[in-house]
């Protein structure tokens, strides 16, 4: 572990476990069961059983039984008893935009917020941290994983959500911090758009994987996630004397990306690029400015801790509906010219004609690429960053903008068919889930795990 040169400045704003508020899902009619008795300031009643809750008049109208009642702003129903009184949420919708989305009922312990926001009504879950962390774990992870797994993945994940709210604290008290409030920009020749956290205004974060899958007490079935967040609690990663804000993604593709790369144009250090193995790769030029050298890169298959077929280990990394991804390490995507061009079309909502080349414009430490120039019959732009090239070729998103290009050319100079060659699942910045389960099946400790891929970290018990 490296030593930091600037003394630590003592980190003060979390001595105790913070409540959390999770933005579940929305809409203009909800339906939601509450499993015991729940009371609610302002009301004598106590609520349980299945209801529905809608906007009428610009107030929040909640049935109950055949029971009506009016709310203005918002109500917060809070469990009698906390350690068994739960409700349920029917019709979540999970994976949001991404290949994988689909809908599920979930059930979620703590208490239940309903807050209008203009035309629709927000779930909120108000929970304890820990307890929080509980199902986020089992949640982007199997639960039946390794303890070591959990403990590394319940402290980035603990680190991230601390971080998010400290910097939602710092923004509400008005201090000064790196202006990101241009999150994109465009020219006749150039659209570049970057994806930080959402900067959600009734709650802290949301519930899918825009901030961190977060599916309730649904997915904690063993005592391994649990044991995991109980023996690391409060137990965070800090760098300089500041929370880190810790990032991870399913396969880095054997090398992680620098943050500043896919996120926010702010660099960190314990963020910066790392080979993901025990040494560099042989017979692989790293430097993936030249072509030839990301064209080797991708197209092969350099040792790697997230280079692997082992199901055990996949089965750890990998919930049910993510090991329909079999090719996660490399993959490979076919267009036609006509695919090609109409999902970039109604992706970008520009026209570009017949598309006629895909040309890389500047790369990543991982060779994602940062920047890709498409050139139409009708238009030509650089677009960038990494999720936005992702979402502009294809339906939902690629893997990863780790990828080269071949063209088979049909006639009039205009190509038929893209292929494309891909590495890695993800971002690739900060931990790979993937790679951490295999060191963590290989015998690494929680700690190895995550001073790997997080350097110039320090573990520190700050509650």
Same mark, same amino acid.
């Given at each position: 572990?490296?030593?930091?040169?600037?003394?630590?400045?003592?980190?003060?704003?979390?001595?105790?476990?913070?409540?959390?508020?999770?933005?579940?899902?929305?809409?203009?009619?909800?339906?939601?069961?509450?499993?015991?008795?729940?009371?609610?300031?302002?009301?004598?009643?106590?609520?349980?059983?299945?209801?529905?809750?809608?906007?009428?008049?610009?107030?929040?109208?909640?049935?109950?039984?055949?029971?009506?009642?009016?709310?203005? %702003?918002?109500?917060?129903?809070?469990?009698?008893?906390?350690?068994?009184?739960?409700?349920?949420?029917?019709?979540?919708?999970?994976?949001?935009?991404?290949?994988?989305?689909?809908?599920?009922? &979930?059930?979620?312990?703590?208490?239940?917020?309903?807050?209008?926001?203009?035309?629709?009504?927000?779930?909120?879950?108000?929970?304890?941290?820990?307890?929080?962390?509980?199902?986020?774990?089992?949640?982007?992870?199997?639960?039946?994983?390794?303890?070591?797994?959990?403990?590394?993945?319940?402290?980035?994940?603990?680190?991230?959500?601390?971080?998010?709210?400290?910097?939602?604290? $710092?923004?509400?008290?008005?201090?000064?911090?790196?202006?990101?409030?241009?999150?994109?920009?465009? $020219?006749?020749?150039?659209?570049?758009?970057?994806?930080?956290?959402?900067?959600?205004?009734?709650?802290?974060?949301?519930?899918? %994987?825009?901030?961190?899958?977060?599916?309730?007490?649904?997915?904690?079935?063993?005592?391994?996630?649990?044991?995991?967040? &109980?023996?690391?609690?409060?137990?965070?990663?800090?760098?300089?004397?500041?929370?880190?804000?810790?990032?991870?993604?399913?396969?880095?593709?054997?090398?992680?990306?620098?943050?500043?790369?896919?996120?926010?144009?702010?660099?960190?250090?314990?963020?910066?690029?790392?080979?993901?193995?025990?040494?560099?790769?042989?017979?692989?030029?790293?430097?993936?400015?030249?072509?030839?050298?990301?064209?080797?890169?991708?197209?092969?298959?350099?040792?790697?801790?997230?280079?692997?077929?082992?199901?055990?280990?996949?089965?750890?990394?990998?919930?049910?509906?993510?090991?329909? $991804?079999?090719?996660?390490?490399?993959?490979?995507?076919?267009?036609? &010219?006509?695919?090609?061009?109409?999902?970039?079309?109604?992706?970008?909502?520009? %026209?570009?004609?017949?598309?006629?080349?895909?040309?890389?414009?500047?790369?990543?430490?991982?060779?994602?690429?940062?920047?890709?120039?498409?050139?139409?019959?009708?238009?030509?732009?650089?677009?960038?960053?990494?999720?936005?090239?992702?979402?502009?070729?294809?339906?939902?998103?690629?893997?990863?903008?780790?990828?080269?290009?071949?063209?088979?050319?049909?006639?009039?100079?205009?190509?038929?068919?893209?292929?494309?060659?891909?590495?890695?699942?993800?971002?690739?910045?900060?931990?790979?889930?993937?790679?951490?389960?295999?060191?963590?099946?290989?015998?690494? &400790?929680?700690?190895?795990?995550?001073?790997?891929?997080?350097?110039?970290?320090?573990?520190?018990?700050?509650?």
């Amino acid at each position: 572990m490296i030593s930091n040169n600037k003394p630590e400045r003592e980190i003060t704003f979390f001595n105790k476990e913070p409540e959390v508020q999770v933005g579940i899902m929305s809409g203009r009619l909800i339906n939601f069961e509450l499993y015991g008795d729940f009371r609610c300031q302002g009301f004598q009643n106590r609520f349980n059983g299945p209801f529905t809750a809608e906007l009428q008049g610009g107030n929040i109208i909640f049935n109950n039984d055949g029971e009506q009642f009016q709310i203005n %702003d918002e109500i917060i129903f809070e469990p009698a008893d906390p350690s068994s009184d739960s409700f349920l949420i029917r019709n979540v919708t999970i994976g949001i935009d991404f290949h994988w989305e689909r809908k599920e009922k &979930q059930r979620f312990s703590g208490s239940l917020k309903l807050k209008k926001d203009k035309d629709k009504i927000w779930l909120i879950n108000i929970i304890a941290a820990e307890k929080y962390l509980q199902s986020v774990i089992s949640s982007e992870m199997s639960s039946k994983s390794s303890l070591q797994l959990l403990k590394a993945h319940s402290i980035i994940s603990r680190s991230w959500l601390l971080a998010q709210m400290e910097k939602s604290k $710092t923004s509400r008290k008005g201090k000064p911090g790196p202006n990101l409030s241009q999150t994109s920009f465009m $020219t006749d020749k150039e659209f570049i758009k970057w994806y930080g956290r959402e900067d959600h205004t009734f709650f802290d974060i949301c519930a899918d %994987d825009h901030c961190q899958r977060y599916q309730g007490i649904t997915k904690i079935f063993t005592e391994n996630a649990k044991q995991a967040v &109980q023996q690391t609690k409060g137990i965070i990663l800090t760098n300089r004397g500041k929370i880190c804000d810790t990032r991870y993604s399913k396969a880095c593709g054997g090398i992680t990306e620098s943050f500043e790369n896919v996120w926010e144009p702010i660099k960190y250090e314990y963020l910066s690029s790392v080979v993901d193995y025990k040494f560099p790769p042989d017979n692989f030029n790293l430097d993936f400015s030249d072509e030839k050298n990301a064209g080797k890169w991708v197209k092969g298959k350099p040792a790697a801790y997230c280079n692997t077929a082992n199901k055990k280990i996949l089965s750890q990394a990998l919930l049910e509906y993510d090991q329909n $991804t079999k090719d996660f390490y490399r993959w490979k995507v076919e267009y036609n &010219q006509q695919e090609i061009s109409e999902i970039i079309k109604t992706k970008s909502g520009i %026209d570009f004609g017949n598309i006629i080349d895909l040309v890389p414009v500047e790369r990543g430490a991982s060779s994602r690429l940062i920047k890709l120039k498409i050139m139409g019959t009708l238009k030509s732009l650089i677009v960038g960053k990494e999720l936005e090239i992702r979402r502009m070729l294809s339906k939902s998103h690629l893997y990863s903008s780790a990828f080269v290009v071949e063209k088979q050319m049909g006639s009039n100079d205009i190509p038929e068919k893209f292929i494309l060659y891909g590495a890695g699942w993800g971002h690739g910045a900060g931990l790979c889930q993937i790679g951490a389960a295999v060191m963590s099946a290989l015998g690494f &400790q929680f700690d190895e795990i995550l001073l790997h891929y997080f350097k110039h970290a320090e573990l520190k018990k700050i509650y």
